[in-house]
C-alpha cells in the first residue's frame, strides 16, 4: 500500500559505510566512476572461483569472531545524532538479508562454538544492541533486499501517528563464504563483472559490504519521504514476472504523488539481464522523462542494506548537487532512460528510490526537497 | 489505542513431528508436486494462512525467530558445492513465500519480522498499524536438530494464522487492542502461539512502550 504522506515524515539524518569510505568518500568515489569490486575467491580462504566482491578495507571474507565488521559498524552510528534509541519513544528498526549468518558457515566448518553468538538474527542483533548501546525496543525486519523500506516504512507510520518522537532504521550485511558461496550455487554471481541495465550475452552480479542508517522525524534534514509503496509478486522464488506487471503494481501508487515532479530514479539495477530489463522498461514507460542510475556495478549488492546505503548516498548527492551515474556499464542499454554518466541534480525535484529481492518483492519510496 | 477484531484463526501444534509427517498429513492444503520441495515452516504455516485465503489488498505479517532452520543446516551441508534449492528456500521468510508462489497470490503489503523475547508484540504493532482493512498475521518455527541444540534454532515447532479486521463485523472471534504503557515486560512468538491456541485471554506487556489485551467473544 502507497502512503502519501500528508504529515511528512523528513529523512533528519543518514549516513553509509561501503567498501569506498563513508558516505562522502563513496559519493566522490562513485562521481569518479570507481569501482569497489575486486575479483576474490568466492569461498575466502578455501578459494573458489574468482568472483567480483566489494569487501571494507582491510576486511576479509571469511567470518571471525567477534565479527570484524563490528568497528566500522561502531564507527557509522557514531555519526547519527545523539538519542535515548531503543526507548519506547526512540525505537529501532534493524534490518538486513544475512545478519550474523555466516557465523553458522564458519562454526561448521572450524567447530569454534564462539561463532554461534552471531548466528541467528535477533541473537546477533541483540548483541549489536548492547554494544551499541541500544534500549529494549529494537524490531527487526528480514525481507532479503527490500528490509531497509520495511524499517523505512514502519518507522514513518510511527513517526506519523505520533508514536515515535524520532525513528532509527539501521541496516547492514556483510559477505561471508556463506552468502557468496549461495549467490555462486545461483550462477549469477560469475566471473564476470556486473554492468547494470547493458545489453550483453550474460547476466552477473557483485556482492559489497554495506551498512547505512538513517534517522526519520517529523523535521530536520531538508529532504521528505513523500510516499512509499510495496508490491510482492509471489511468482517465482528467483524470477520476476515476465510481462514485468510487479515492478509496474509497485510504481503505480507513487505515480500521483510524483505528479508532475522533474524525477530521476535510483534504481535496483544488480546487473542481472531479466531483471534488469524489467525493471528499466518500467521506468521508462512510466516516468518517461526521469533518468535512470544504479550503483551496483561499483558497490555490488549490498543486499539487505542496499535501500537504505543508496538512500544515504541519494541524499548525499541531493545536498553535494551532482548524482553519479550508471558506473561499470557501457552501451548498448536496454532502456534510453539509463544516464550512464554523473549529472547535475538542480534540475530536479524529487528522487525515486527502488529496491527488489527474492520472491519478486519490490519497494520503492520517493525523496523530495522540503 | 489501536486494535483489530479476531475475524479466523488456526494453530498448529505438530508436537515432535518429524518433516516427512508434517508433508503427508498435509499435503493435501498444497498443489500436487509443490510439497516435495517445502519445508516443514512452510507446510505449518502455509497450511494455517492458506486457509485464510490471502488476497492482494491484505496486508501479511509474519514472524518467525529462526525461519528455516533445517533447510539452512542442509544448505550450511551442502558446501562447498552450495545447492541453490536449499539457498532459495532458507532464506526468511521462504515459510510464507512458499505458499503463496505456489497458489500465485501476490500481495502489496509483506512485512516479516524476526526477534526474541519482544517479537508477538513487535508483529501485532505492525499488523494494527497497517494501512489494509484486512491484516493476516501469522508466524511460527520448525523445530531445529543440531542448531537447535546449539540455541540457533528453535526447539519446538508451531504454527499460527490470524485474521485481523479494522471493523468488527459479525461473528467476530474475538478483539485485541494495543495501548501505551510504562509497564516493562515482552510477549515471545512460543508463549503468544501458546496463548492463541489455548484460546486463553491476555492483559499485559508486549514490547518495550506497549501491551496487549487480547479477549475472546
Redesign the interface.
Known amino acids: 500500500?502507497a502512503?502519501d504522506l500528508p504529515d511528512s515524515v523528513q529523512l533528519a539524518a543518514s549516513a553509509c559505510l561501503t567498501p569506498l569510505g563513508d558516505t562522502t568518500a563513496t559519493l566522490a568515489a562513485l562521481l569518479r566512476g570507481e569501482r569497489a569490486l575486486q575479483a576474490r575467491p568466492v569461498?575466502g580462504r578455501?578459494g573458489?572461483d574468482r568472483v567480483p566482491l566489494a569487501l571494507l578495507p582491510g576486511r576479509e571474507l571469511d567470518e571471525t569472531a567477534p565479527p570484524a565488521w563490528m568497528d566500522a559498524v561502531r564507527t557509522l552510528l557514531g555519526a547519527a545524532p545523539p538519542a535515548p534509541w531503543?526507548?519506547?519513544?526512540h525505537p529501532v528498526f534493524v534490518t538486513s538479508?544475512n545478519?550474523g549468518?555466516g557465523s553458522?558457515?564458519a562454526?561448521?566448518?572450524g567447530g569454534d562454538?564462539a561463532h554461534?553468538a552471531y548466528?541467528?538474527?535477533?541473537?546477533c542483533?541483540?548483541w549489536l544492541r548492547r554494544e551499541l548501546g541500544w534500549?529494549?525496543?529494537v524490531?527487526?525486519?528480514?525481507?532479503?533486499c527490500v528490509s531497509a523500506h520495511?524499517g523505512l516504512m514502519?518507522a514513518a507510520?510511527?513517526i506519523r501517528?505520533g508514536?515515535a518522537e524520532r525513528a532509527l532504521v539501521f541496516s547492514f550485511d556483510f559477505l561471508s563464504?556463506?552468502v557468496a558461496?549461495?549467490?555462486?550455487?545461483?550462477?549469477i554471481l560469475n566471473a564476470d563483472w556486473p554492468a547494470p541495465y547493458a545489453v550483453r550475452a550474460t547476466g552477473s552480479i557483485g556482492l559489497g559490504d554495506g551498512a547505512a542508517f538513517a534517522v526519520l522525524a517529523r523535521d530536520g534534514g531538508g529532504l521528505a519521504i513523500a510516499a512509499q509503496s510495496?508490491?510482492?509478486?509471489?511468482?517465482?522464488?528467483?524470477a520476476n514476472r515476465p510481462d514485468g506487471g510487479?515492478f509496474a503494481?509497485c510504481l503505480a501508487p507513487l505515480v500521483a504523488a510524483v505528479g508532475g515532479s522533474r524525477l530521476w530514479i535510483k534504481g535496483h539495477g544488480t546487473g542481472t539481464l531479466e531483471a534488469g530489463r524489467l525493471e528499466a522498461t518500467a521506468f521508462a514507460r512510466i516516468f518517461p522523462r526521469a533518468p535512470l542510475v544504479g550503483w551496483k556495478g561499483s558497490l555490488g549488492h549490498t543486499l539487505g542494506s542496499c535501500g537504505l546505503v543508496e538512500l544515504a548516498l541519494v541524499a548525499a548527492a541531493l545536498r553535494a548537487g551532482r548524482a553519479p551515474g550508471t558506473i561499470g556499464s557501457t552501451t548498448p542499454m536496454m532502456t534510453d532512460n539509463v544516464a550512464l554518466e554523473p549529472f547535475a541534480t538542480a534540475g530536479y525535484d524529487a528522487v525515486l528510490c527502488a529496491s527488489n529481492a527474492?520472491?519478486?518483492?519490490h519497494a520503492a519510496l520517493l525523496l523530495r526537497h522540503v | 489505542m489501536f486494535e483489530r477484531h479476531i475475524q479466523a484463526i488456526r494453530t498448529d501444534d505438530p508436537g515432535r513431528e518429524e518433516p516427512m509427517a508434517t508433508r503427508e498429513r498435509l499435503q493435501g492444503g498444497f498443489a500436487p508436486g509443490a510439497v516435495r520441495r517445502m519445508t516443514q515452516l512452510g507446510l505449518l504455516v502455509g497450511a494455517a494462512v492458506g486457509e485464510l485465503a490471502p488476497t492482494e489488498d491484505d496486508t501479511v505479517v509474519y514472524a518467525s525467530a529462526f525461519g528455516e532452520t533445517r533447510t539452512l543446516a542442509g544448505f550450511l551441508d551442502s558446501f562447498p558445492a552450495a545447492s541453490p534449492t536449499l539457498f532459495q528456500t532458507s532464506v526468511h521468510p521462504s515459510g510464507v513465500q512458499q505458499v503463496l508462489i505456489g497458489r500465485q497470490r501476490s500481495v502489496r503489503d509483506f512485512f516479516p519480522l524476526s526477534g526474541g523475547p519482544y517479537l508477538a508484540g513487535q508483529a501485532l504493532l505492525v499488523a494494527l498499524l497497517a494501512a489494509t482493512p484486512r491484516v493476516l498475521v501469522c508466524g511460527g518455527e520448525e523445530r531445529g536438530t543440531w542448531m537447535a541444540e546449539c540455541g540457533v534454532a528453535s526447539p519446538r515447532a508451531f504454527a499460527f494464522a490470524l485474521a485481523l479486521t479494522t471493523a468488527p463485523g459479525e461473528g467476530a472471534l474475538g478483539r485485541l487492542a494495543l495501548t501505551q504503557t510504562s509497564e516493562r515486560g515482552g510477549l515471545s512468538l512460543p508463549d503468544w502461539f501458546d496463548v492463541l491456541h489455548r484460546r486463553q485471554s491476555f492483559a499485559g506487556p508486549v514490547m518495550p512502550g506497549w501491551q496487549l489485551k487480547l479477549e475472546w467473544s
Open positions: 500500500m502512503c569461498l578455501e573458489g531503543g526507548d519506547a519513544r538479508s545478519f549468518v553458522l558457515y562454526y561448521r566448518r562454538a554461534l548466528g541467528a538474527p535477533f541473537i542483533v541483540d534500549g529494549d525496543n524490531t527487526i525486519f528480514s525481507h532479503a520495511l514502519q507510520r510511527l501517528a508514536l563464504p556463506f558461496g549461495g549467490f555462486h550455487a545461483l550462477k510495496l508490491h510482492n509478486e509471489m511468482f517465482h522464488f528467483t510487479g503494481a527474492f520472491g519478486g518483492a
